[in-house]
């Protein structure tokens, strides 16, 4: 039988069960029928494609039929294969499911109390309730740990917040913003979930983006937005609390490095099978063929690494350098992968008509995103060598 992907090589997508493979199934079906058609006019003009949304909530993938254990939960490979084929298809689309389905939701499950996390998840995995991840600050991306200066304030049973966050996917049209913020009390970063219109929230779309464009990112500015203390999650008390979402959150956006370049390895594969010069098809070359070797390498290489991480992620290890090291090593192999891919389609690699060229752009802000190269690389140093680099 034909492997489920083109690019899994070693065909770890077999150690998916059967509805968990329906259900990926039927999420190609409405990507390729209902968004693949969309996407370069929609990136083209910087403006994400709503009406993909429903059919995508409609898919219920947070919670498909058969694929939840007792608790409702799916399995962590599930979980990454769904962000690996919705990379596969759009990096844009991905990362937008990805704020609600990984940033917004193990935010609540993981910084919420107990009742909060039992509360919220069913409206969370219907999308009734939907939420993004307010962390990065204007003058704060990379050293946000100890930078951090959007303030919180407890007055009574409400708290009050200042500052501003930038970057915020998806916040436009979110209820509710996960907003970190760092109590003027104990000097701690606590988070809170602030309904996106409550009074001295107010915000803009960040324009003019080369990468990721069909992705709505916000700049927020919060003036005194005031919060009953029951919008806080209270299991975030600490910036440790906020490194262990961090953990898992890495790993869903390795995922989405995986998928993105297995996106653009099997556009160029079908491109170079079907394009001709000196009579031939390009694919024939060996020049051309030792480009698609690299990158099918490079695919398998990052799927196996994702693959073992999140198995002992289900065994319940998690390490910051783990995933750190897993959003390192496959944005670096996704952006050689995305750039020979670009490079075997020639001239008509730098246009929208092929996907090519979208995956080419996007893999920049997904190698930025959730960590960059470098702070991924000295988390990584850190444990390696016992010597922190980078305070
Ligand atoms: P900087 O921190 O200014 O870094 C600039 C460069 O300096 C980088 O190459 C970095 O690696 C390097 N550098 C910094 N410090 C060191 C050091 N000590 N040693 C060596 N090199 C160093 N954030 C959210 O909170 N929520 C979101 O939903 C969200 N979505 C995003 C979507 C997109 C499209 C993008 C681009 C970003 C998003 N972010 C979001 C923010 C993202 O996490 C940050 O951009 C990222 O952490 C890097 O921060 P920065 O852009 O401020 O870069």
């Known amino acids: 039988a034909a492997a489920f992907y083109p690019s899994d090589r070693y065909g770890y997508s077999e150690l998916l069960s059967t ?8 999420l190609r079906t409405v990507l390729d029928k209902q968004v693949a058609p969309l996407l370069g ?65 193990t935010t609540v499950l993981k910084g919420g109390s107990p009742e909060q996390a039992a509360d919220l998840d069913p409206k969370i995995r219907s999308f009734e309730y939907t939420g993004v991840f307010a962390l990065t600050e204007p003058d704060h991306g990379s050293d946000i740990a100890g930078g951090l200066e959007t303030s919180a304030w407890r007055e009574g049973d409400n708290w009050v917040i200042n ?130 070797a690299t990158m099918a390498a490079n695919v398998t290489a990052s799927l196996g690494m994702v693959v073992r991480l999140t198995q002992r992620q289900e065994e319940g290890i998690f390490r910051d350098e783990d995933s ?22 020639g001239g008509n690699g730098i246009t929208l008509d092929t996907d090519v060229a979208r995956f080419h752009a996007d893999a920049e802000a997904v190698y930025s995103y959730e960590g960059t190269h470098d702070i991924n690389a000295l988390i990584l140093g850190r444990a390696l060598t016992g010597t922190g680099a980078f305070r």
């Open 324 to 345: 750190a090291m897993a959003k390192m090593f496959t944005c670096t192999a996704m952006r050689e992968t995305v750039a020979l891919a670009r490079e075997v389609v």
């Open 163 to 292: 500052g501003a966050k930038r970057w915020i996917g998806g916040a436009f049209t979110a209820d509710v913003l996960a907003v970190f913020a760092r109590d003027e009390a104990d000097g701690q970063v606590k988070a809170f979930l602030v309904p996106r219109e409550t009074p001295g929230v107010s915000m803009s779309k960040i324009l003019r983006k080369t990468s990721l464009r069909m992705m709505q990112n916000a700049d927020i500015e919060l003036r005194a937005v005031r919060v009953p203390d029951t919008a806080r999650l209270s299991n975030i008390n600490s910036f440790k609390d906020v490194a262990a979402l961090m953990r898992r959150l890495r790993s869903d956006v390795a995922w989405i490095a995986c998928g993105l370049q297995a996106g653009a390895y099997e556009a160029a594969l079908r491109y170079t099978l079907e394009r001709q010069q000196f009579g031939r098809s390009l694919a024939s070359f060996q020049l051309t063929q030792q480009k698609l």
């Open 41 to 105: 006019e929609y990136w083209e003009a910087g403006e994400f494609p709503y009406q993909i949304r429903q059919p995508l909530v409609d898919l219920n993938l947070m919670a498909p039929e058969g694929a939840t254990d007792s608790q409702g939960r799916t399995s962590g490979l599930y979980t990454g294969f769904r962000n690996f084929e919705l990379a596969r298809t759009d990096a844009s689309v991905a990362t937008f499911y990805n704020a609600q389905s990984g940033l917004f939701r």
């Open 19 to 26: 509805p968990e493979l329906a259900a990926l199934g039927q």
